[in-house]
Nanobody
Framework: QVQLVDSGGGLVQPGGSLRLSCAAS????????MGWYRQAPGKQRELVAT???????NYADSVKGRFTISRDNVKNTVYLQMNSLKPEDTAVYYC???????????????WGQGTQVTVSS
C-alpha cells in the first residue's frame, strides 16, 4: 500500500514563507513525476509545480519566481518552498506522485491528504 503524507502548511502573513513536504512510502518500484496542486474554496484544483525524476521543473505562471519545487529521490520526498506569499495563495495544497508498484505496472497517480495554507494579516 502506498501513502503520500504532506505537511508544512499553516497561517502566514503576506510576504512570508512556508515549506511544504510530502513523503511517499510503501511498496514503490519507481516514481516519475512528483508535484504540488492546490484548491481554493469554490475553485477547481490547479497545478502549482511539478518535478521529474531527472529534476526538470514546471511552474504555474502565478508562482514563478516565488515558489521552488525540489525532491529527494532517495527519500521519495518532494518539497515546495513558498516565498513572498500572497493572500491569493490561500488554498489546500495537495502533493501528487506518478509511480509504479512493479516494473510491469503502468504509471498511476497517488495523492496526499492535503495541507492548508492560509495567507492573511
Amino acid at each position: 500500500q502506498v501513502q503520500l503524507v504532506d505537511s508544512g502548511g499553516g497561517l502566514v502573513q503576506p510576504g512570508g514563507s512556508l515549506r511544504l513536504s510530502c513523503a511517499a512510502s510503501g511498496n514503490i518500484f519507481s516514481i516519475n513525476v512528483m508535484g504540488w496542486y492546490r484548491q481554493a474554496p469554490g475553485k477547481q484544483r490547479e497545478l502549482v509545480a511539478t518535478i521529474t525524476s531527472g529534476g526538470s521543473t514546471n511552474y504555474a505562471d502565478s508562482v514563478k519566481g516565488r515558489f521552488t519545487i525540489s525532491r529527494d529521490n532517495v527519500k521519495n520526498t518532494v518539497y515546495l518552498q513558498m516565498n513572498s506569499l500572497k493572500p491569493e495563495d490561500t488554498a489546500v495544497y495537495y502533493c501528487n506522485a506518478q509511480l509504479k508498484l512493479a516494473s510491469y505496472n503502468g504509471w498511476a497517480d497517488y495523492w496526499g491528504q492535503g495541507t492548508q495554507v492560509t495567507v492573511s494579516s
